[in-house]
Nanobody
Framework: VQLQASGGGLVQAGGSLRLSCAAS????????MGWFRQAPGKQREFVAAINLSGGSTYYADSVKGRFTISRDNAKNTAYLQMNSLKPEDTAVYYCAAGLPFGRSEKGYQYWGQGTLVTVSS
């Protein structure tokens, strides 16, 4: 499956962005979807994940209550709605698809190219 992430950009602290991850080449609905991010000089970290049906989600503690992951299997697209953004959310955001559903990078076999989110203070 090929993944294309989009929606990144420059936003002021307190603002919102919605990232999209469009999938092609395979049956989207058979994979869990995840979002990860990598800030400059840091390791890539888990942000959020959603299971095949969209009925279960996981969030990193740092984004819980501010970010919402969702998916539309009819459109082969996953989303990450990011509200109340903080400068520390600045990173390249990657979407990923795989099994099983979880927080570990090792569970995701397919990765998008990343989209840059910059939050100014």
């Amino acid at each position: 499956v090929q993944l294309q992430a989009s929606g990144g950009g420059l936003v002021q602290a307190g603002g919102s962005l919605r990232l999209s991850c469009a999938a092609s080449g395979h049956t989207f609905s058979i994979y869990a979807m995840g979002w990860f991010r990598q800030a400059p000089g840091k390791q890539r970290e888990f942000v959020a994940a959603i299971n095949l049906s969209g009925g279960s989600t996981y969030y990193a503690d740092s984004v819980k209550g501010r970010f919402t992951i969702s998916r539309d299997n009819a459109k082969n697209t996953a989303y990450l709605q990011m509200n109340s953004l903080k400068p520390e959310d600045t990173a390249v955001y990657y979407c990923a698809a795989g099994l099983p559903f979880g927080r570990s990078e090792k569970g995701y076999q397919y990765w998008g190219q990343g989209t840059l989110v910059t939050v100014s203070s």
